[in-house]
């Protein structure tokens, strides 16, 4: 594997998943792996887990770090060929993906959909960039479609609770304030297709995710209904897909709740708005994944670390 960029990356679900788990049990197995190899993690946009758990995999397989806060503190970037940039963009990603990759060994890139322009987020013209002009493995955490370091992790911790040869599993929309990007349920939903699961989509009507994502998957509306008996709930916001970008209405009922998870585990990538998206009652119980998911972060990355660098 050169690049992670996305959860067909993934060539063997349940080998990685195990190869996961051995990581965890030794997180520092393997700490002379990445010496004198370095990581230059660059961040369009926010990030506490992602960032902070990018950075102890490097460390646990004894790379260096350097992390760049792109969004803020870096030149304006032009994605486009033969663009006259007289305007405020004031470099250009041929040169910028050449220079990054003679000052690392492997570049992680962070940039979310803008939610205003469809084909724009999904041509993914910071991720594919930094792939086409870097001379040097990529790795994604987050782009505008796909979140698959997170549906990695989410995959480690399913296996790690799982106690059926085939759960139910159920992602759920959840309200939020904010117009939030489709890439964590996009690449959930890609996650739960390699997995051995009976596997429910439940959202209001206006919600649905990109069909080309969700072929063959079941959709149920009556939120209530889906979750009936489900072992896992994956909670998650999401904008309208069809109307792209767009906070169709705030109903509150599609809150996560005690009832509706009955005695399934709760899971969410975090961050999460409390008592918007799932109730106190339902994060502070030991049916709460979120913590454990937030850990398997640091292994699922330390697992694609590890595949990278015994190519290099
Ligand atoms: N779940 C996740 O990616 O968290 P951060 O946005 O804090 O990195």
């Known amino acids: 594997m050169k690049h992670y960029l996305a959860v067909n990356d993934i060539d063997d679900l349940n080998q990685w998943v195990e190869e996961a788990k051995l990581l965890k049990a030794n997180s520092v197995a393997l700490k002379n792996l990445g010496k004198d190899k370095t990581i230059c993690l660059l961040f369009f946009n926010n990030s506490l887990r992602t960032r902070l758990s990018t950075q102890k995999a490097a460390i646990n397989l004894g790379m260096n770090v350097m992390v760049m806060n792109f969004g803020s503190e870096g030149w304006q970037l032009e994605f486009g060929d033969g663009e006259i940039m007289n305007q405020g963009k004031s470099e250009h990603i041929k040169e910028a993906a050449k220079v990054v990759s003679q000052f690392c060994d492997i570049v992680a890139i962070r940039a979310f959909a803008s939610l205003a322009d469809k084909e724009k987020d999904e041509a993914e013209i910071v991720l594919k960039g930094f792939t086409k002009h870097a001379s040097i493995p990529v790795i994604n955490m987050e782009s505008s479609v796909e979140h698959p370091l997170q549906a990695l ?57 990109n069909p080309q994502i969700t072929k063959n998957v079941s959709i149920e509306y009556n939120q209530e209904k889906a979750c009936e008996n489900a072992d896992f709930i994956y909670v998650k916001n999401w904008s309208s897909y069809t109307d792209y970008g767009k906070v169709l209405h705030k109903d509150t009922k599609w809150m996560m709740t005690k009832k509706k998870l009955g005695k399934a585990k709760f899971m969410h990538c975090l961050p999460v708005r409390r008592n918007v998206v799932v109730a106190d009652d339902v994060l502070d119980s030991n049916q709460s994944l979120v913590i454990e998911q937030a850990n398997n972060r640091t292994f699922a990355a330390q697992l694609v670390l590890k595949k990278i660098l015994e190519k290099l």
């Open 153 to 209: 992790a989410d995959a480690i911790t399913i296996a790690e609770q799982n106690n059926k040869t085939k759960p139910k599993i159920v992602l759920s929309w959840a309200p939020h304030p904010k117009a939030l990007p489709h890439a964590v349920a996009n690449s959930f939903v890609k996650m739960m297709q390699l997995q051995d699961a009976h596997f429910v989509i439940t959202h209001p009507k206006g919600y649905e995710l």
